[in-house]
């Protein structure tokens, strides 16, 4: 059984209906959802994607603003530096841990963007 299969066999069912599958085509599935995850065109979008249509108030950790942005992680740790002054990357803490809103890594982003040709 493949995933579109599964697929169509779900969509006849009615709302709240349950499926059972026994464990070893379950893990088959998911073996084929990792290795092809793009096959139907159905694939979850990025986090590149995402920075631009989600709600401005969307908290995203550290690597979904490395992945929004293309950058590693520890360009991630570079930009929120208090060395880069008034230029660094918004973020704020929670527990320890790096924490930034959508909308201000946006308006970051537009900020720093430079016409071609512009230096």
């Known amino acids: 059984m493949t995933l579109a299969e ?3 066999i779900a969509e006849t069912l009615p709302p709240g209906a349950t499926l059972t599958l026994p464990r070893d085509a379950l893990l088959r599935l998911t073996e084929e959802a990792a290795v092809t995850p793009a096959r ?3 694939a979850a979008p990025t986090w590149r994607e995402r920075l631009w249509t989600c709600p401005p108030e969307t908290r995203l950790g550290v690597l979904e603003v490395a992945e ?9 740790y570079r930009a929120v530096s208090p060395s880069r002054g008034r230029d ?15 909308g201000a890594v946006r308006e970051w982003v537009k900020r720093r963007e430079l016409p071609m040709g512009a230096r």
């Open 68 to 76: 929004a942005l293309g950058r590693p992680r520890s360009w991630v």
């Open 40 to 42: 139907n065109g159905n």
């Open 88 to 102: 660094r990357l918004p973020a704020k803490r929670l527990d320890g841990e790096l924490v930034f809103e959508a």
């Open 6 to 8: 599964l697929r169509k």
